[in-house]
């Protein structure tokens, strides 16, 4: 039993459209709350939002009956604010549970008997929000956004284009600390199997974690002070226990256990110790494609892009779109390939959603006479700057008073990309592939109700002096 919105009014409870806040208040949390608020009072963006959460989060649902749930107004409030703070699970619950404003906008009271939010409890209703949901919200969310710049339909959107990259929680990955991260989960996961089947054999998991560790910890990454016969010793002592293992996986295949994390990490190990072998005994170089970044996250991406003072950074890079008036259009995540490989895709995708878009600026990353012909038919002004010695025809069209003016604004994307890695793009701290979409998408929609909450901030500033200006004349 879940409903999306409490509209049963208890004593003492404030109404969303009536709350007010401090006008001085430069903290983030009266941001996002007018831009809720906002969102709220709106009656278009609001019945959208809910029909969205409802179709999505509520597919044949019993409202009469079963254990009340979190309304789903409060699980999108919590999972907005989370993202536009960038803060961890823990400050959240302490805001909804202490946090005055914040529980207004949630639908509480100021006294009696108000629920206590558990923390695993807002853990498992904010992760509802998947990646497709979201990316719905945030249309609606801009088309509200629009309605308070006073955007016509009819009027053309002038974008702009860039990606950054989302980095994922990991550390630097060297061969042996892969290696050592795959043996520790192997272990782990086979004691644990093995006492659930009775099975001797991993009775000293720990003593043997701990000898590896030390072993791993012996081993200097720097070929300037590794000593090979550390990392033979260590290889060794890997490949006693892999053994060990594979002999007991047989016995436990045996008795149909649940082994696929023990295979996993199984699979894990014998490809780093392979490749430990390979590179630092044998000295032979391997090939990128062959390479793993990380043992938890798979997904992960080496990704160099020359930044001075940055070796690479570990991630995927994300793709983003921008507005005239700083709101985030679409967003998309390169699992591969590189930014001039998808931005013909990426733009197609975007027009479809937005069809008012005229013209896009990008980077020289994006640039190729294929890309430029290709998105030509799409856009009124593709402001694409070529690579390289100009021709006689592209300096012509580059000197094109729109092309001019449209690189002109380009570098406000900097600006977007710097808000977006202040809401938690920067780094993601969500496990797995499909935490670290949903994320990237909740970051997106948190960055647009921010901006929404500045307009409405800022119009009501201006309101505010133009009166004091009057009552000064009067």
């Known amino acids: ?123 498992d209703n904010v992760s509802l929000l998947t990646a497709d949901i979201l990316k719905q919200i945030n249309d609606a969310v801009v088309a509200c956004g629009h309605r308070l710049v006073e955007q016509e339909p009819e009027e053309p959107l002038l974008c702009r284009v860039d990606s950054a990259v989302a980095k994922a929680n990991v550390e630097w990955p060297t061969d042996v600390r892969l290696l050592w991260e795959s043996m520790r989960c192997l272990i782990r996961e086979l004691h644990c199997a093995c006492e659930a089947h009775s099975l001797a054999g991993w009775r000293k998991a720990v003593y043997w974690s701990r000898t590896l560790k030390k072993a791993f910890n012996r081993v200097r990454t720097h070929r300037q002070w590794r000593d090979e016969s550390k990392v033979r010793k260590y290889v060794k002592m890997c490949r006693v226990l892999i053994e060990r293992a594979e002999s007991s ?68 890079p994300v793709c983003v779109l921008e507005d005239q008036h700083q709101l985030i259009l679409w967003h998309q995540i390169l699992h591969e390939g590189v930014d001039s490989d998808m931005i013909v895709g990426f733009m197609k995708e975007a027009k479809d959603r937005y069809p008012a878009i005229t013209s896009c600026s990008m980077d020289k990353g994006y640039s190729s006479v294929k890309n430029r012909k290709a998105l030509e038919p799409v856009l009124d002004t593709v402001i694409m700057p070529k690579r390289g010695k100009l021709s006689k025809a592209d300096k012509e069209r580059e000197s094109d008073p729109k092309f001019v003016e449209g690189r002109r604004q380009h570098p406000a994307v900097e600006s977007a990309i710097n808000n977006l ?32 909450g500045q307009i409405v901030k800022r119009s009501e500033e201006r309101r505010r002096r133009c009166e004091q200006a009057r009552k000064r004349a009067a």
């Open 1 to 123: 039993m879940r409903i999306v919105e409490d509209t049963q009014f208890k004593l003492g409870q404030v109404p969303i459209e009536e709350m007010t806040f401090h006008p001085k208040d430069r903290d983030d949390i009266p941001a996002v709350l007018k831009g809720l608020q906002h969102l709220y009072c709106d009656p278009t963006a609001r019945q959208k939002i809910f029909e969205i959460l409802e179709k999505q989060l509520l597919p044949n649902i019993d409202l009469q009956r079963g254990r009340p749930g979190m309304a789903l107004w409060r699980v999108f409030v919590l999972g907005v604010l989370k993202q536009a703070l960038n803060c961890d699970f823990d400050r959240l619950r302490s805001l909804a549970a202490n946090h005055l404003e914040v529980r207004q906008m949630l639908g509480h009271t100021n006294f009696w008997d108000e629920p206590v939010y558990q923390l695993q409890t807002v853990i």
């Open 421 to 452: 890695n202040h809401r938690g793009l920067g780094l993601i701290r969500t496990r797995g592939k499909e935490g670290f979409v949903r994320t990237v998408a909740l970051v997106v929609v948190a960055a647009n109700v921010h901006r929404i």
């Open 249 to 316: 996986v047989s016995v436990l295949k045996e008795k149909d256990a649940d082994l696929e994390e023990v295979l996993r990490y199984l699979a894990d190990a014998q490809r780093q110790i392979d490749q430990v072998d390979r590179r630092l005994l044998k000295g032979e170089v391997i090939p990128h494609d062959e390479k793993v970044f990380s043992i938890h996250e798979p997904h992960t991406r080496w990704i160099t892009k020359g930044k001075a003072g940055v070796i690479a950074e570990l991630g995927l």
